[in-house]
């Protein structure tokens, strides 16, 4: 059964933490994506990566970086967290044809106080 | 990408087709239409996709109109599981990676 999934289901920091959130996948996906979901604006595109050390940004990149390390996994990075980035955060993964499905991880639910 | 429309909520009662529109008037050739769904607390679900043909799968069917600025999803009998979100995309190679971007999507109630 393939499977992204993500290091934590809920997270609570203080503002001005860095925070690192986590995806593994297991399928041997070539992109990986990271997603943020808020009320009435769907999900959003942070950004996301097609190889190992290669990134593209996404249509929100503001006050985010990424790391993809290793094939497998895809970290996003918030420098210095702000109230304005609780969320949803979504990660998924697809081969690297582009007419390809992507699977999602469960989500991990950020909150900054 | 190029932009979809969808209605923001739709109601279907159980049993019955659920026909779900889909507006992409500026898509190119290349550029392939997924749907996905979101039930409540979960990561979006993976439905069907196609370029130009009609596809179906055990989920549901697309149609995609022959100037393919518009398509349909249609689940042939909702049941009240079917209950989500769902999101039409549009998709296409960059030439290094292929994003998905999603809109707001269709809130689509199964009612008894």
């Known amino acids: 059964d393939v499977k992204v999934t993500q290091s934590s289901r809920y997270l609570v920091k203080r503002t001005g933490e860095k925070v690192f959130l986590e995806c593994v996948q297991d399928?041997?996906?070539?992109?990986m994506f990271w997603y943020r979901q808020d009320p009435g604006l769907g999900l959003r595109l942070i950004y996301f990566s097609y190889d190992v050390k290669m990134k593209e940004k996404g249509d929100i990149p503001e006050g985010y970086s990424v790391s993809r390390e290793k094939k497998e996994r895809f970290s996003l990075i918030l420098e210095s967290a702000s109230t304005n980035q609780t969320s949803m955060y979504l990660c998924a993964s697809s081969a690297g044809q582009w007419n390809t499905e992507a699977f999602f991880g469960q989500g991990t639910r950020l909150t900054v106080v | 990408d190029a932009k979809t429309t969808q209605p923001t909520s739709m109601d279907c009662a159980e049993g019955r087709a659920a026909n779900l529109p889909c507006n992409h008037s500026?898509?190119?050739?290349?550029?392939?239409v997924y749907w996905y769904r979101q039930i409540h607390s979960q990561g979006p679900q993976y439905i069907i996709h196609g370029l130009k043909n009609n596809e179906t799968n055990e989920m549901a069917s697309l149609i995609i109109t022959e100037d393919r600025k518009s398509s349909t999803l249609i689940l042939p009998h909702a049941t009240l599981r079917d209950t989500a979100v769902y999101y039409c995309?549009?998709?296409?190679?960059?030439?290094?990676?292929?994003?998905?971007?999603f809109g707001t999507g269709t809130r689509l109630q199964v009612t008894l």
């Open positions: 995309i549009v998709r296409r190679y960059t030439g290094t990676a292929s994003k998905l971007t």
């Open positions: 500026t898509i190119s050739g290349n550029e392939y």
């Open positions: 399928m041997d996906h070539e992109n």
